[in-house]
């Protein structure tokens, strides 16, 4: 079954800071994969996803994700960090065609 | 844009009522979710129906039931609350999984 599994519950930065939040995935067919964000006292908004086009993937508010099948990974990045970025992020991944599976998520802090 | 609404953001219930948690989206999606949150978790699946009166089990069902009458609207039933029903529950719709989910903005649900 395809899984996903984010390595670090907390993350913290500072403002201007790069962002790295990462994610691997196992999925024995390629997979579709997807970043998600919350912030407090919401619900999840996508910020990317991979579907096979192309393997690094821009998303909203400067996001990026690189797919790499040789590592099962689909880290999720920022050059520079905002204060606005705080917030909690979830890698998913699609399981089969009902069923997205996520990651137990990577909180961020912004340092000012 | 997509909107996904859940009839409420707070709900306090007491142990052994039943509770309706309801979700509307307005973009024709056959696929609709109920997910559990809960901290170091991440999003567990309860139930997903893939199209009007049609219903199944996610990842942890037992102790809710889920109704769709409606393309539009997907119900949550909580039959007997528990405590350990106490969570975020969001709500989600799609056309097809592989594309994401869009999310409503959760109930957060405690159970006394």
């Known amino acids: 079954a395809q899984s996903v599994t984010q390595l670090g519950s907390h993350v913290s930065v500072s403002e201007g800071a790069l962002v790295l939040l990462r994610c691997n995935y196992s999925?024995?067919?390629?997979?579709?994969l997807f970043w998600y964000v919350q912030y407090p006292n919401q619900g999840l908004q996508l910020l990317l996803k991979y579907t096979s086009a192309a393997t690094l993937v821009k998303g909203i508010n400067g996001f990026e994700a690189e797919f790499k099948k040789s590592e099962t990974s689909f880290h999720l990045t920022k050059p520079s960090a905002h204060m606005s970025d705080a917030a909690e992020y979830f890698c998913?991944?699609?399981?089969?065609?009902?069923?997205?599976?996520f990651g137990a998520g990577t909180t961020v802090t912004v340092r000012a | 844009d997509v909107k996904v609404t859940q009839s409420s953001r707070y709900l306090v219930k007491r142990t052994g009522e039943k509770v309706f948690l309801e979700c509307v989206q307005d973009m024709d999606h056959e696929n609709m979710f109920w997910y559990r949150q809960d901290p170091g978790l991440g999003l567990r699946l309860i139930y997903f129906s893939y199209d009007v009166k049609m219903k199944e089990k996610g990842d942890i069902p037992e102790g809710y039931s889920v109704s769709r009458e409606k393309k539009e609207r997907f119900s949550l039933i909580l039959e007997s609350a528990s405590t350990n029903q106490t969570s975020m529950y969001l709500c989600?719709?799609?056309?097809?999984?592989?594309?994401?989910?869009?999310f409503g903005p959760g109930t957060r649900l405690t159970v006394t």
């Open positions: 998913a991944v699609r399981s089969n065609d009902y069923k997205l599976s």
């Open positions: 999925s024995s067919v390629p997979p579709y």
């Open positions: 989600a719709s799609s056309l097809e999984v592989r594309w994401g989910a869009y």
